[in-house]
Every structure is written in C-alpha cells, then in structure tokens.
C-alpha cells in the first residue's frame, strides 16, 4: 500500500520515474526562484503561497467514469504550495475533480485537481486543493 | 372564456385519447368569440380531429393555468407528434422547440438535480436527433421557429438544434447526433451557478466578472463528469466550447488537435447563436454579418471546416 512507502522508498521512485513535462525555456527562470517575497515565514499565513520547485511522482486514482487513468506512477514538477494547496507541472492535460497523489520526498499528499492550465506542449500547469491542511515544514521537510 | 387567459396549441400534437386532461377551446372563422369545444375528460376520437383538420383548423386553445399539464402531455407524445407527417414540418419544429425550451427553463429554474437534467436532456437529444436525420431540415425554417434571447436555457436549446443541423451536414452517424443534441443542451449549465446578475448584465463585463464567467464550463464539467450516462466527447463539448484553436480560449488554453471535434462544432454554433440572438448589452447581428465576424477567426478560433459546412447552410437557406 502506498501509504506505507517510507522515505527511503518514495525517494527511490521519484530518482527513478522519468518525468516528462517539457518546461518552456521563458518558464526555467521563473522556476528558479524559490521562497515567498512576502516574508522569510517558517509558517503559513493565511492565503500565502510558497514557490519551491521539487520534483515529484503522481499516482493518479479515483479517475472519472468517462476519463479512466492507467495505473502507475508519472514524475511531476511541483511548483509552489500553500497550506491547503499546490500548484504542479504536469505533461498532460488532467480533469477537474480528478484524484491523485503526490509524493514528495518529505511527505505523500492526497488532492483534488480543481484546474488546469495549458503552459506548453506537454506541460499543464495543475492546480491542486489538498486533502487536510499542512504546515510548511511537513512540506519542506 | 377571456382570449387573455387562453394558448394556442397546435391540433398536430393532440393524439385520440379517452380523456384529455383540459378543456378545449375553438375559435371559429370570422369570429372573435371562443367557444368550449370539448370539455376535459371527454373522449377525443381521430374522426373529431379529422373533422377539424377537414375545416381548415390548426390551433386549438386552452386555459394559460394548463400549459404545465400540455408540457408534460406533449413530452409523453413527442414520439407521436414528431413523426406525423401529416403534419407540416415547421408546425413540428416550433413545437418541438416550445417542449425542449420549456423543459429546459423548468428544470433550470428549479434548479433540478443533475441526473434528471441530464435523463432529460438525452430524450429530448435521443427526439432531436432521429427527427433531424428523418427530415430535411433548412437552416431557414429552423431558425425561424427558435427564440433568440439571452436565456440559458433558450440559448441552449437553440445550440442544440444548430449542432445537431451542422453535425448532419458534416455526415456524423445518427448516435452521434443525439449524443451531439445531448452534450450541446448541456453545454452551459455551469452557468447556472454563475450570478444571475451577470448573465443579465447590460454593459460591459469587468475583469473580475468576465473571470468569474469564464468559470462556467469548469463549473458544468465538475456537476456532470461523475453522471456514468455522459460519454467523454459530451463531457468535452461542455468543458471545451470556449477554447480556441490558437490557445487563447479557456479554461485550459489549448490548441487544434488537443480540443475534440464535437466541441469545435459546439464552439461554431455557440457563438453564431449568441451573435445573432438578442443580448442585454446589445441587439441581435443579422446573420450574414455574424458569419462575416466569425470568419476573421477561422483557424484561430473555429475549425475552418466547420465553420464553412455552417456558412454554406446558412446561404443556401438565404438563396432559397
Ligand atoms: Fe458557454
């Protein structure tokens, strides 16, 4: 079961699923800058977003009648976070009110996409509401 | 009986039934003066309908309170009525209108749970699209007989007329086309949790609010993407009728081949209708000139194909 991964493995799955978004060259710089302008915070504030670029493995389930998703693991780009969401680059297209997983080297988080955005071929931009609210370091860790 | 309390129906939709379940009335030619032509739960024969349709009759009359009782009978019949080709086919076309949009603002309004507007809207999309492929149907008749307000629910009624109309003409499968008249009647319902404010908004729309309207194809697919009777390509028509071929659509901005054909098509038609139809900030376009618009766009909005299917539909109605 995936909720059993430990670190160790969920580092090893994600050194070792390829991932496959292909960043614009004009999005690499905007990648590069991490942290939030607002404050050095080691905590969330309300409605404050955190830019941080780290690579991740999505495993999607729960996938809609008229959509069905082959099971497995994709690599994914995550790309900024707040307490209770998280935006993550993706190589396809996926559906609001899909489900998956993402699992970060700190920590394995359940979502709901609510939005996606077309940045490039092969790269869509998702925008994830997650499970329960998380405090910073969990994510960071 | 007052005429100020009384609708015309048309004699084509009645079928001979033991009872019906209003009175009827007539008015005779050369008068003004309605009279009780058959009391309701009294027998109506197909020799009493003959008989009227022998005496130049087309309308029959009932009281404006039953018109939600008529809806419901005409709904039952539509399998009946559609098919009689005795009767003429605009006559069949403007009822069939009246039903869809009439159901359509009643569930809309009552905001009805998903699963009936959706059982709903594939029987009328089912109705829709086997009377379409029976008939030869002209842009010209049809679009005479269609209400061109800025009402969700009439807009969608007349997107699915027009996309099952385009879809016949690009040689879809008749399947197809009723799923087709199914996603196009469905394909604004997020807009039924846009404000009611900004769908009647009679200047322009803000930033915000022209955000807040670019939601509503999210909005349906999140209501309708969990019902098991919706197919991908009908979810797709409701989610992608904004994009445009060049990316610059919404929500997801894509491009060409990544939106299916069936919201291309939805697209061509969902923008003709609300050209040409009345709108709170602006009057309806003539249709010659609305092509004109629609087609500076072709191939960075529309699917130039389609877009020349519909354009050519439309002028061979103009020349006859
Ligand atoms: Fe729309």
Redesign the pocket.
């Known amino acids: 079961m995936l909720d059993t991964i430990d670190l160790d493995q969920r580092r090893q799955l994600i050194e070792r699923i390829p991932c496959r978004v292909r960043v614009p060259d004009d999005w690499q710089r905007s990648l590069e800058a991490e942290g939030c302008a607002a404050s050095q915070a080691n905590e969330f504030r309300a409605g404050m977003r955190y830019r941080v670029v780290r690579r991740a493995v999505v495993q999607l389930y729960g996938s809609l009648p008229a959509f069905p998703r082959p099971e497995g693991y994709t690599g994914a780009i995550v790309q900024d976070f707040s307490r209770h969401g998280m935006g993550v680059l993706y190589h396809e297209q996926l559906f609001p009110e899909e489900r998956l997983r993402v699992l970060l080297p700190s920590i394995s988080v359940e979502a709901t996409v609510i939005r996606c955005r077309r940045v490039a071929q092969s790269c869509y931009q998702l925008g994830l509401v997650l499970d329960r609210d998380y405090r910073l370091r969990e994510l960071l860790a | 009986m007052s005429d100020k309390k009384l609708i015309p129906i048309s004699l084509a939709t009645l079928e001979p039934s033991d009872a019906l379940a209003w009175d009827l009335y007539l008015l005779p030619r050369d008068s003004n003066q309605y009279i009780l032509y058959r009391a309701s739960n009294y027998p109506i024969t197909s020799s009493d309908l003959e008989k009227l349709v022998a005496s130049g009759i087309t309308r029959l009359y009932i009281s404006r309170e039953q018109r939600a009782s008529y809806q419901q009978y005409l709904r039952d019949n539509a399998d009946a009525w559609l098919n009689n080709s005795a009767v003429p086919l605009p006559e069949r076309m403007e009822t069939l209108n009246q039903v869809v949009t009439g159901s359509l603002s009643e569930s809309f309004r009552k905001k009805e749970a998903v699963e009936r507007v959706v059982g709903q809207s594939s029987t009328f999309g089912r109705q829709t699209a086997a009377f379409f492929a029976a008939e030869p149907i002209l842009f010209e008749d049809l679009v005479r007989v269609l209400q061109h307000d800025y009402t969700t629910f009439a807009h969608s009624a007349n997107v699915c007329f027009y996309s099952v109309l385009l879809a016949k003409h690009l040689g879809f499968s008749g399947d197809d086309l009723a799923q087709i008249a199914t996603g196009a009647l469905l394909?604004?319902l997020g807009?039924l949790e846009i404000d009611p404010r900004l769908l009647v908004k009679d200047n322009r729309l803000t930033e915000a609010e022209t955000r807040e309207m670019q939601k509503?194809?999210t909005l349906g697919f999140r209501r309708l993407c969990r019902q098991d009777d919706l197919t991908a390509a009908q979810l797709l028509m409701v989610y992608q009728?904004?994009e445009r071929l060049d990316g610059g659509g919404y929500p997801v901005g894509l491009t060409n081949d990544e939106i299916h054909p069936w919201a291309k098509l939805c697209s061509v038609v969902?923008v003709f209708d609300a050209l040409t139809s009345d709108r709170p900030y602006r009057t309806a376009i003539a249709d010659d000139i609305a092509l004109g618009i629609m087609h500076r766009d072709a191939n960075t909005a529309f699917d130039s194909e389609m877009l020349t299917c519909w354009t050519r539909l439309i002028s061979t109605s103009d020349a006859n």
Do not use: A, E, N, Y
Request: hydrophobic share 0%; charged share 40%; net charge negative.
């Open positions: 394909h604004d807009k509503h194809p009728h904004h969902d």
